[in-house]
């Protein structure tokens, strides 16, 4: 046996030890959102039954900022020992790739997928004062009245902001309106409710159900391939009469690169655990999310899949993220 494979020997052997042992010390979960958002909210979640299922504590370490750039990074470069797992998203792992082709990671490279854990509709709605119904209303009034309406979104890069780009675009008021880019879903959600922007489109886990039951922002639409069961009434684009408009995000936990296969599979089979609890998948109803699970490899190939499809979409539709 050369010097490489008893090196490999080695590695495994070392892998699979320190599975057996796994977890001896509590787990920081990159959360790379500000809490309140829809990342934040959903990991939360997660990381609250891994807890119990792993027998250790997640603390949860918000890293915000660039669409979950920062947080991305951070995760990236953590050691691949299992203990600094990243809340990713489409956003950190479709979007950021798209917009912002320097970044200081791979998505595919520089992580290990472990699973996926939520898939969550898109909502568009708009502030009460806005005078419109539907979804053809607002694009009416876009086009009528060009650069009264501003839409916010959770960064440049933010799964809120490919939503709203895409919306923008496939309904023709691209040049119309105005972006306005927060830190974070919640703050994007709050400046809607101030009135300081008229409209947003982003994850309904992020909060926005409570406000819209409440009559604080009016739902226009889903951005599913379904209406959501949180709020039947409400159309999906397509139904609005935006055929070719589907965002959903997705979001899972990942590793960084080189992480021991023994540890990936312990954390895949609490991850599979804690989304088929009925503790989660309640909570998860709640917010208009959907419980998901995969393997590894499954996860890797969904979210090349995703980079495929979305670079794709930029490319011909022509959306320009400023």
């Not at 933010?158 to 919640?186: C, E, M, Q, R, W």
């Not at 590894?296 to 979305?310: G, S, W, Y």
């Amino acid at each position: 046996m050369n010097r490489l494979s008893l090196a490999l020997a080695a590695l495994a052997l070392t892998g699979s030890a320190a599975a057996q042992n796994y977890p001896v010390r509590p787990i920081r979960l990159i959360s790379p959102n500000p809490p309140g958002g829809a990342n934040d909210t959903i990991g939360r979640i997660v990381a609250g039954r891994l807890s119990e299922v792993l027998g250790t504590q997640l603390v949860v370490d918000n890293r915000g900022g660039a669409g979950g750039v920062i947080g991305a990074e951070i995760a990236a470069r953590a050691t691949p020992d299992g203990y600094t797992p990243l809340a990713g998203s489409v956003s950190t792992h479709s979007f950021a790739p798209i917009i912002h082709p320097e970044l200081g990671y791979d998505p595919i490279k520089d992580f290990a997928p472990i699973s996926l854990f939520a898939i969550a509709q898109n909502l568009l709605v708009v502030h009460p004062s806005v005078p419109v119904a539907n979804v053809k209303e607002l694009i009416a009034l876009a086009k009528a009245k060009p650069g009264t309406l501003n839409y916010a979104s959770g960064g440049v890069g933010s799964t809120s902001h490919f939503a709203v780009a895409l919306f923008v675009s496939v309904a023709g008021i691209a040049n119309d309106t105005v972006h306005v880019p927060y830190k974070g879903g919640a703050p994007a959600i709050t400046a809607t409710l101030a009135r300081e922007t008229q409209f947003y489109f982003g994850p309904m886990a992020g909060g926005l159900v409570p406000h819209v039951k409440a009559g604080r922002l009016k739902a226009l639409a889903v951005g599913g391939a379904r209406r959501s069961a949180v709020l039947p009434d409400v159309p999906t684009a397509a139904e609005s009469g935006l055929p070719a408009y589907k965002s959903y995000g997705w979001f899972g936990l990942l590793a960084p690169a080189r992480t021991p296969k023994p540890l990936i599979a312990r954390l895949n089979r609490a991850v599979v655990e804690a989304v088929g609890s009925t503790g989660v998948a309640r909570k998860f109803v709640e917010l208009g999310v959907d419980t998901a699970s995969n393997s590894p490899d499954e996860f890797a190939q969904f979210i090349r899949e995703q980079l495929t499809l979305h670079r794709k979409l930029v490319r011909e539709l022509g959306i320009k993220f400023e």
